[in-house]
């Protein structure tokens, strides 16, 4: 599937995504990206930030592909199992937190908990590192298989933010763009 074929819609995380982070570059840098605005992004709501998804996603005129970080991962499994989202094409997941176990994850991203375990209803890549604070690895892993998705370990990462020197993220560019050749033609 082309880029240029599809709404690619940003779905960042807790604090929304700031102007160096690799979510607001992508956005800049893909012609049909936007961003699903999130009515407060310091105090999460699961159904506020699920519906604004499901919001973009009806919105959106072409087939759409979702490239979300964080707490909009956690976002994400909430909106799809909330509603089949028969318009996306697909998901690139980067760096869930894991909202029922770490407890470094932010108390207001614990709303997300727990997260559904059932299948996406979409092809999916989940992105994750080996020393991520706000989820262990495995846990990511497990995540994964549980929503059919491709599981892909970044290596030493952390949490693909600007703090972790995530500020373009070529390499993730590159994994995007291979995602994407791989998902069906419409």
């Not at 779905?11 to 160096?20: D, L, T």
């Not at 995530?166 to 419409?186: I, K």
Request: glycine residues 6%; proline residues 9%; negative net charge.
């Amino acid at each position: 599937m082309r880029i240029s074929d599809t709404d690619i819609l940003i779905i960042p995380g807790y604090s929304n995504s700031g102007p160096e982070h690799w979510q607001t570059r992508w956005e800049e840098k893909i012609r049909t990206a936007r961003r699903v605005e999130q009515e407060d992004w310091e105090r999460p709501e699961v159904e506020t930030w699920a519906a604004r998804i499901i919001e973009a996603v009806e919105a959106a005129e072409r087939p759409v592909v979702l490239i979300a970080h964080s707490a909009g991962v956690a976002a994400v499994a909430h909106a799809a199992a909330r509603h089949p989202l028969d318009k996306v094409k697909g998901a690139f997941l980067v760096g869930l937190p894991d909202v029922e176990a770490d407890e470094k994850v932010p108390e207001a991203v614990k709303v997300f908990s727990p997260l559904p375990t059932d299948p996406l209803p979409f092809p999916s890549m989940m992105i994750a590192s080996e020393d991520d604070p706000y989820c262990r690895r495995v846990r990511a892993e497990d995540f994964a298989a549980a929503w059919g998705s491709d599981f892909y370990s970044a290596g030493t990462a952390g949490h693909f933010n600007t703090e972790s020197g995530h500020g373009p993220w070529p390499e993730g560019l590159m994994m995007f763009a291979r995602f994407m050749q791989r998902l069906p033609a419409r």
